[in-house]
Structures are given as C-alpha cells and as structure tokens.
C-alpha cells in the first residue's frame, strides 16, 4: 500500500497503542479488498451503541481504559432505551446499565452524545463530497444519496476503527467512478404526479426500489422534483436500505449528483431498465401490513428519529384530540429536539394530547411482551420492515395522517388511495 508518513507512524505503533490496532484492522482489509491507499475521514457516525451483548460493552470500555480517542468529529447512534426514561419504556435495568456503560465508554473517547439514528436533524453532517465512516443503514444512505458525502456501509465496530484512525481504504462508495448509477427504475404513467401530496408513496416506491435494486447503485427518475423534504428523503433512504441493502441511490433531479441523467450514469447509458407500477406500490404495502390487523395496541413515529418539524406536524394533526385510551402513542426524536420541544411549549401539548415522548433509543428495542402490545401502525418503511422478525410485532404501515387518525380512534384507519383498490 500506499502509505503516508503519519499512516506509517501509527502502524508503528508512534500513536499509541489502540490507534496502531485500528489501523492494522484497516490495513487488513485494505489488503482483503486489493486497495493501494488509504483516505483521509471528516467524521464517523458510531453505530455501536444499541446494547447488543456484554462483549460489546466490554470492548468500548476496554477502548476507552486504554486512551482510545476519536480522531475525528463522531456522532453516536441511536442507544437500547431512553437513558432517562427507561423504566416508564419497561427495560430491564441490566438493559439501561449497560446502555450508561456504553455511554461513558463513548463520551470518554470523546464522541459527540447524540445518541440518535438521525444525527443530521441536528446539524451534524458532512457535505458534499467528503470522506466519511458509518455503520447505520439509514445514515449511510442518506448521506451518500441526499447530501453527496461518501462512505460503505461499514458493519459495527469497523466504522469505530475508523473514527479512531481518521482513515478508511479507498474503495467502494468512497470512490467516485463507483458512484456512478448501473440501472434506471423509472415510475409507470399509473404513478400520477397528483399521487406525491401523500408522503407515504415515496416510502412505498422505496420499499419497492429497495426490492428490485438490492445492494447495487442504481437511479430512480420520474419522482417529483419540488415538495421533498428531507423528512421525505429520510424515509426513502430508510426504507431503501432496509427492503434492499442501498447504500447510495440516485433521485433524478433531487440528488445533487443526479441533476441529470446523464449526471448519474456518467454519461453512459443504463445497463438495466424496470418500470414499477401501482400493483407494485400495493404490494410493497402488503409486505409491511398484516391486513388482520384492526385494533391497535401502539403506534409509533420516529424510525429514524424524528425531526423538530414532524414533531410540531404531529401536533398540529391532532386538532386537540387525545390518543385513544387503549393505544399507546410513541414518537422518538433526538434529546436535543426534545430540548427544543420543551423550550417552545410543543412537548407539553403533545405530553397533553397522550403521546409519549421519547429520546436516545432504537424503537426496534420495543418491550412488546412487558408492555402487552402486539399490533402496531408506523409511516416507517424500515421499522415495519424489521418489526415482525426481531421483535413478533404486527406491523401496520401508514401515513403520519393515517398514523394520528388511527391513534384517535385505537383502531386502523387508513385514507382511500390508488394503490390500495
Ligand atoms: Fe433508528 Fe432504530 Fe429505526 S436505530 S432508524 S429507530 S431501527
């Protein structure tokens, strides 16, 4: 390989002990990969922070006892459970121990304590076209597609590596001739422009895209160039990564290296064309819905974490009425949101309403079985994705309207759309 002075110094071992194994680790995978050179990282968003076993735990400590320090500017993900309200989510204290473990072991290494599986609702990205390391499927998507910032889908602890060595090989997604798009989806004339003013299709079009794509880099065109917010653009990558492994997708007209087409294939032609449907909108539903479902024991918003703006949407869409007796209403968001919330008053009125706000966690670390609830509604592509197998819950898709409407009324209503005839 290819190496700097400084990437030389600490494969000798010149800057410490743990940065010398984080950049042996990376140096082998260099060489697993054929990779000549290593690139130089803005910033690691570390994933390894929902509790996963006592091994995990005890190698951050281990990291941190030995003078571990990140090299670079590092957001934690998400945790297990509220490292505050633990107890009212019903986790077991070994849970949020070894969540306080991982915290400290983290903020010792000098990680900014986001704990949050959206840390770019807080201001805390790269921009385009920097070298970054992240091991959270949504956050690696989004970063690659929506802002243009560069990083493979690193599996948890590597991406810790990472932000410890301030390096990652050069390869993959880091690459730009990599980035270019291979195949084009492209929306049947039944996906009428009119269909956009309900949010939950673009999460549908990307459960379907997900499906045909898989873990490739391909485009999408047809989606609708004004009106995507980056709430929006959060669930499509979400739900992307989830029904199909997409690390970088390319949106036509939206994402800035897709202005054009011929932006995003390099100006080359697409290798592959496939047209998705109505029927397909409709089946990605079905893949995400148990259609049995009718009353509801919870329903839950923020996968991934939900921004300041959809927490004052959630509000808003209540009209002042209250969650129904018998649901549970959830809705997860970064502390620093939760901040802002309390300052502006809105975390009172939504506490009023009956919705439980909560930060730091993984909804997917769900208590279901303590806290009786087995059927529940989302507008998360990738929540209703993963729910039924890791967690036995009956998952019930929606929009953020179908969402409150159904909270309301403790069973599910949904709105009359095409795909669902
Ligand atoms: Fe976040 Fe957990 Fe969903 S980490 S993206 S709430 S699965």
Redesign the pocket.
């Known amino acids: 390989m290819r190496l700097t002075d400084y990437e030389k110094a600490m494969l000798n071992g010149e800057h410490g002990e743990i940065r010398q194994q984080a950049i042996q680790a990376l140096y082998d995978l260099a060489t697993f990969y054929d990779v000549d050179r290593f690139v130089e990282i803005v910033g690691c968003h570390d994933?390894s922070t929902?509790y996963a076993g006592e091994a995990q735990v005890a190698f951050a400590e281990m990291l941190a006892e030995k003078g571990a320090k990140f090299a670079v500017p590092t957001t934690t993900?998400?945790t297990a459970c509220d490292i505050n309200l633990w107890d009212r989510q019903k986790h077991d204290i070994e849970v949020m121990s070894a969540t306080r473990r991982i915290e400290a072991a983290h903020v010792k290494m000098g990680a900014v304590p986001s704990w949050?599986?959206?840390p770019y609702h807080i201001g805390v990205a790269p921009s385009f076209g920097q070298q970054f390391a992240s091991a959270?499927?949504?956050v690696i998507c989004y970063y690659n597609s929506i802002i243009g910032a560069r990083t493979n889908r690193y599996a948890g602890p590597l991406e810790l590596l990472c932000g410890i060595a301030g390096r990652v090989p050069y390869f993959g997604l880091h690459v730009p001739e990599n980035r270019y798009a291979q195949g084009l989806v492209k929306l049947g004339e039944d996906i009428r422009p009119e269909y956009f003013t309900d949010e939950s299709i673009f999460n549908l079009i990307s459960y379907a895209y997900g499906s045909i794509v898989k873990d490739r880099v391909w485009a999408i065109d047809g989606m609708p160039t004004l009106g995507v917010t980056n709430e929006i653009l959060k669930q499509f990558s979400?739900t992307a990564a989830?029904s199909g492994g997409i690390a970088l997708f390319h949106m036509i007209g939206v994402t800035p290296e897709a202005q054009t087409l011929e932006r995003a294939f390099g100006g080359k032609k697409p290798q592959e064309i496939v047209e998705i449907h109505l029927e397909d909108l409709a089946n990605a539903e079905r893949q995400i819905t148990n259609p049995n479902v009718d009353e509801l024991d919870a329903v839950v918003l923020?996968?991934?974490?939900a921004s300041y703006n959809e927490c004052v949407v959630v509000r808003d869409l209540f009209r002042g009425r209250r969650v129904n007796g018998n649901t549970r209403f959830w809705l997860?968001t970064p502390r620093s949101v939760v901040d802002r919330l309390k300052d502006s008053g809105v975390y009172e009125e939504l506490v009023c309403l009956g919705v439980e706000v909560y930060s730091d966690?993984?909804?997917?670390?769900y208590r279901n079985k303590k806290l009786g609830t087995n059927t529940m509604m989302s507008n998360?592509g990738?929540?209703d994705t993963?729910c039924f197998s890791m967690r036995g819950l009956q998952p019930v898709f929606g929009s953020m309207k179908d969402c409150i409407e159904s909270a309301i009324a403790g069973r599910v209503v949904k709105e009359a759309k095409p795909w669902r005839k």
């Not at 966690?361 to 670390?365: D, M």
């Open positions: 994933d929902v993900n998400a949050s599986c959206a959270e499927s949504n979400a989830s923020g996968c991934p974490h997860i966690g993984c909804i997917l670390e998360s990738k929540f993963y």
